[in-house]
């Protein structure tokens, strides 16, 4: 479910359209794609390494941004797909007060490997497991594959999602990758709903705000939220299409009232794409899976405006990166 809004009075994003379109013809670009692929679906430890270093200085850029960590509160965090850890040693080396618990897929079933330092390890309860094999749905439900959530409901003063769908996982051979990242997903904003307690912080890595899904993501947590902001770290995947996305003050917002009503919707809405479709074997997102937050008529009504400025820096950064990266190949590097 790929649909975008048409935002075509939005010049930037019009320009880094074209980029778009332009990179992806051209042989270089799709070269070195084709090579980060490759590498990061066998990492040497050394580019682990460099990764859990770039994690951590993701979120100190969002941290720096957003001033969304504090220095010396006890703190409880949630980090989902908290593999290498830089998240997570970034929080535990900032604040001495804090804990955390962490959920990462087994390193056997295609996950990253842990890395965090040896000494922060007493304050990050680990749990290797695939998070959309816990029990999602809006009732216990009979099948082998799933455990109970490792937590009890609205404990964490911030969850951060972070959970990416991997090529070497098994569900996504056979064209399954798709609907294993829409679950992906789905079970990450079930988790962080259930999690993050009243007034709680949530930190969600999201993909194109221009994207259907993504606007009506972004609209739910600004209803539900105190405030929102984005940003798009300058230091990783600069020429990327994902984004972080934080809200400030979870069940503070105007609608709160939404929050266990929305809760429920996306624990069904995980059910249909584990079980539904024409083979009750699971099925993708449609576009209009979040029609119970808002229609897309009535968030481009109500929220265009406040999404185009939370859009805006992203395709900025996002273009001048990819601007840089095509002046730079095209003098060699
Ligand atoms: C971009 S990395 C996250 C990096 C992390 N935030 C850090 O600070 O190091 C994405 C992570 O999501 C994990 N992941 C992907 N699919 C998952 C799943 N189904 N269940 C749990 N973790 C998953 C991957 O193993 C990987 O560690």
Redesign the pocket.
């Known amino acids: 479910m790929q649909a975008v809004l048409p935002l075509k009075t939005e010049r930037t994003l019009a320009e880094l359209n074209e980029l778009r379109r332009q990179t992806a013809k051209e042989v270089t670009a799709r070269a070195q794609l084709e090579f980060q692929k490759r590498q990061s679906d066998a990492p040497t430890i050394e580019l682990q390494r460099a990764?859990?270093r770039s994690?951590r200085n993701v979120?100190e850029e969002v941290d720096t941004a957003v001033r969304c960590i504090p220095t010396r509160t006890p703190w409880y965090f949630l980090?989902i797909?908290?593999?290498?850890?830089?998240?997570?040693s970034y929080i535990l080396n900032k604040n001495l007060f804090a804990t955390g618990m962490g959920?990462?897929?087994p390193v056997e079933s295609g996950?990253?490997s842990f890395l965090l330092e040896d000494e922060l390890h007493p304050r990050l309860d680990l749990h290797m497991?695939?998070?959309?094999y816990y029990q999602l749905g809006p009732y216990p439900i009979a099948d082998t594959r799933l455990q109970p959530l490792p937590f009890s409901d609205h404990q964490f003063d911030m969850v951060l999602l972070?959970?990416?769908?991997?090529r070497t996982?098994p569900e996504s051979q056979g064209g399954g990758r798709k609907r294993m990242s829409d679950r992906?997903l789905v079970a990450q904003l079930v988790i962080c709903l259930k999690a993050v307690a009243a007034s709680g912080t949530l930190v969600i890595k999201l993909s194109k705000p221009e994207r259907v899904v993504t606007a009506k993501i972004m609209y739910m947590m600004w209803i539900l939220a105190a405030d929102v902001a984005t940003w798009k770290p300058v230091c990783m995947h600069a020429t990327r299409d994902t984004f972080y996305f934080i809200a400030k003050g979870v069940g503070l917002g105007r609608g709160k009232a939404l929050w266990a009503q929305w809760l429920w919707e996306l624990q069904a809405l995980w059910v249909q794409l584990t079980w539904g479709g024409s083979q009750g074997k699971g099925r993708t997102l449609e576009e209009e899976d979040f029609d119970f937050v808002v229609s897309t008529q009535e968030m481009r009504k109500y929220f265009g405006e406040r999404l185009g400025a939370l859009s805006r820096p992203i395709w900025e950064v996002q273009k001048q990166s990819m601007e840089g990266w095509k002046k730079a190949a095209a003098d060699g590097f």
């Open positions: 990764w859990f994690m979120l980090d797909g908290c593999c290498p850890g830089g998240f997570s959920i990462s897929l996950g990253h497991a695939d998070l959309t972070d959970g990416h769908p991997l996982a992906l």
